[in-house]
T-cell receptor, first 112, second 112 residues
Framework: ETGVTQTPRHLVMGMTNKKSLKCEQHLGHNAMYWYKQSAKKPLELMFVYNFKEQTENNSVPSRFSPECPNSSHLFLHLHTLQPEDSALYLC???????????FGPGTRLTVL | KQEVTQIPAALSVPEGENLVLNCSFTDSAIYNLQWFRQDPGKGLTSLLLIQSSQREQTSGRLNASLDKSSGRSTLYIAASQPGDSATYLCAVDSGGYQKVTFGIGTKLQVIP
């Protein structure tokens, strides 16, 4: 049990759909992250939130919209996605630099 | 820009063998280095975290070493078991919540 949960675990959506991914951490951490993992590529950091404030957006297309209402919850809102957005989306959290990140199980997203 | 390389990309060994996974990074100014395990289609599980001031960390049959000056880390797995089959990822934290760089991983198969 990692203390970081993600829902849904699997999602299939059409290119015109709107959906949201949810992440919740039960570790009392202050920072939360969204990563994208595609086949045969390193994890790509998408967004970082520190104390609910977004501190980094790594040139992610606007069809991905993050939301962090509090330090325990993180959402990724999806709209008009492309087939190449199909990937495993991972959420992580950390307290500070010296502790490292704890990951959730991921959401497997397929865009048709 | 930090770059992380993991060699080999894939490894297949018979059960019971001791093995070493390698991780190299280009910028030695790091805060910590973390080894993760990822099972197919799942999230990442943290195995060992080595702070920049440490040389090694041990957990059960796993031992991770860090040589910052040469930009290298190794993960040693003793007496490998089929349950160790997974992809092993190395992540280097260069400071701050957003400066974590992942390798592409080594896919390990332990044959019974």
């Amino acid at each position: 049990e990692t203390g970081v949960t993600q829902t849904p675990r699997h999602l299939v959506m059409g290119m015109t759909n709107k959906k949201s991914l949810k992440c919740e951490q039960h570790l009392g951490h202050n920072a939360m992250y969204w990563y994208k993992q595609s086949a045969k590529k390193p994890l790509e950091l998408m967004f970082v939130y520190n104390f609910k404030e977004q501190t980094e957006n790594n040139s992610v297309p606007s069809r991905f919209s993050p939301e962090c209402p509090n330090s325990s919850h993180l959402f990724l809102h999806l709209h008009t996605l492309q087939p190449e957005d199909s990937a495993l989306y991972l959420c992580a959290s950390s307290q500070e630099v010296r502790i490292g990140q704890f990951f959730g199980p991921g959401t497997r997203l397929t865009v048709l | 820009k930090q770059e992380v390389t993991q060699i080999p990309a894939a490894l297949s060994v018979p059960e019971g063998e001791n093995l070493v996974l390698n991780c190299s990074f280009t910028d030695s100014a790091i805060y910590n280095l973390q080894w993760f395990r990822q099972d197919p289609g799942k999230g990442l599980t943290s195995l060992l975290l080595i702070q920049s001031s440490q040389r090694e960390q041990t957990s059960g049959r796993l031992n991770a070493s860090l040589d910052k000056s040469s930009g290298r880390s190794t993960l040693y797995i003793a007496a490998s078991q089929p349950g160790d089959s997974a992809t092993y990822l190395c992540a280097v934290d260069s400071g701050g919540y957003q400066k974590v760089t992942f390798g592409i991983g080594t896919k390990l198969q332990v044959i019974p």
